[in-house]
């Protein structure tokens, strides 16, 4: 596709539930970022991937948030056992080689943790 | 550390008045500078961005922002606002060439356009 696409646009867990939080990223993109949006506020960077190396974690809040992208192109982000605090969304964004990080974002999923 | 902060939560202004959302930035070496613009139960579409060529910066939808390093400023402005222009409005920071890739964002500037 032309941008970056998330799935899916809105999930609804349990507490305790574990989710899995898809990124498609636009075509050739190299980098790609993962984001925390809670309401009202900034997004916070959360992990980066240089293709399927993940070069950067230290945005991860604990150690229940994990981050794949094995192949260098999708890249899933999972939460086990969720928590009331983990409702947010979650942004994805991607950015081609030598493009002063300019990064382009999907849509978002919003979880809500019930 | 980078960090960047919105004076504003909130402005509002008249249609066809001037736009102004403030954004100071702190940055241990010349940074990136990004506006960005969130549209409800939407992602963020990039306005413009500053990466140490001309300061003052020109983007989509008429916005221009000018880089003031002895203020440490990356004010958003634009002439005339439009009812289309309401929405939120994010400033961010990175480090420039070699640094670390994450954006660091403000929290944002919520902008309403009255009739």
């Not at chain 1, 790609?32 to 949006?37: G, H, N, P, S, V």
């Not at chain 1, 981050?67 to 890249?75: D, F, H, K, L």
Request: charged share 20%; with cysteine.
């Amino acid at each position: 596709g032309a941008g970056v696409s998330q799935s899916p646009r809105y999930k609804v867990a349990k507490r305790g539930q574990d989710v899995a939080l898809r990124c498609d990223p636009i075509s050739g993109h190299v980098s790609l970022f993962w984001y925390q949006q809670a309401l009202g506020q900034g997004p916070e960077f959360l992990t980066y991937f240089q293709n399927e190396a993940q070069l950067d974690k230290s945005g991860l809040p604990s150690d229940r948030f994990f981050a794949e992208r094995p192949e260098g192109s999708v890249s899933t982000l999972k939460i086990q056992r969720t928590q009331q605090e983990d409702s947010a969304v979650y942004l994805c964004a991607t950015r081609k080689r030598d493009s002063y990080n300019e990064q382009f974002f999907g849509p978002g999923t919003r979880l809500t943790v019930l | 550390a980078q960090s960047v902060t919105q004076l504003g939560s909130h402005v509002s202004v008249s249609e066809g008045a001037l736009v102004l959302l403030r954004c100071n930035y702190s940055s241990s070496v010349p940074p990136y500078l990004f506006w960005y613009v969130q549209y409800p139960n939407q992602g963020l579409q990039l306005l413009l961005k500053y990466t140490s060529a001309a300061t003052l910066v020109k983007g989509i939808n008429g916005f221009e922002a000018e880089f003031k390093k002895s203020e440490t400023s990356f004010h958003l402005t634009k002439p005339s606002a439009h009812m289309s222009d309401a929405a939120e409005y994010f400033c961010a920071v990175s480090l420039g060439e070699g640094g670390s890739e994450k954006l660091v964002f403000g929290k944002g500037t919520k902008l309403t356009v009255n009739p």
